[in-house]
């Protein structure tokens, strides 16, 4: 059974063993923008205790194995059918999710700003985010995505190196997404709502947290799966 080890990368493990996005995400290492780093590194420059890192996930990733999982080979996918995945699954999740959210955003600003004045910051930075992820999502869906299906069924260098080109802002764009996700982590303290909160802000939080877990697998596939397969 796989070991993991500081020379692999968050990337290489989240699509060996997807649960390690968990440990990943509470210990604010990022497997998808910047998921392309060995282990080594991303201790090294964030000061984290890598046994201690490296015991857990090797546990947890035991125990994972001992129950049945159906695993997507996802290197193997042809690449029609994983950019369908994409859409069907995290396209129209978001598409179904970022409007009713922003609601949610905006009433718990809207009641309670006045004595939290971070939630004026959360609508700001949640709006932005919404805002480039409808943006980002209209351009793959209408001129990459089409390429890169092009490709699969006619392959030719020129055709690569448009899509090359496209992927190039398409990745800084889910950097910067991500890094959105992560002010939004840190504006409402890893999602934990005040203790007297009431419904509609632990609803908000709770939805926020599964905007981020959702949008980061999104990312992931699309940047170290997808697009180097290209």
Request: proline fraction near 4%.
């Amino acid at each position: 059974m796989q070991t993991f080890t500081v020379e692999h990368t968050p990337a290489e493990i989240v699509k060996i063993f997807p649960k390690a996005s968990d440990l990943f995400k509470e210990r604010r290492i990022d497997f998808c923008c910047g998921g392309d780093k060995p282990l080594s590194e991303v201790f090294q420059k964030d000061n984290i205790d890598k046994d201690q890192v490296l015991s857990e996930l090797n546990i947890a990733y035991q125990q994972w194995n001992k129950e049945n999982h159906e695993l997507v080979d996802w290197d193997s996918l042809p690449l029609s059918d994983l950019v369908d995945h994409i859409v069907s699954s995290h396209h129209t999740y978001l598409k179904k999710e970022l409007a009713p959210l922003g609601e949610f955003v905006t009433k718990v600003y809207r009641v309670h700003s006045s004595n939290q004045p971070h939630l004026k910051q959360l609508y700001r930075t949640y709006n932005e985010f919404r805002m480039e992820m409808e943006e980002h999502m209209i351009k793959e869906e209408n001129e990459v995505f089409p390429l890169i299906k092009e490709y699969e069924n006619n392959p030719s260098e020129k055709l690569k190196a448009r899509i090359h080109e496209a992927n190039g802002d398409l990745e800084e764009e889910h950097e910067a997404a991500g890094n959105l996700l992560k002010s939004i982590r840190e504006i409402t303290l890893d999602f934990t709502p005040p203790t007297d909160a009431c419904n509609s802000y632990r609803i908000t939080y709770a939805r926020l947290a599964d905007i981020e877990q959702d949008t980061f697998q999104h990312v992931h596939l699309e940047n170290n799966v997808l697009f180097k397969r290209l």
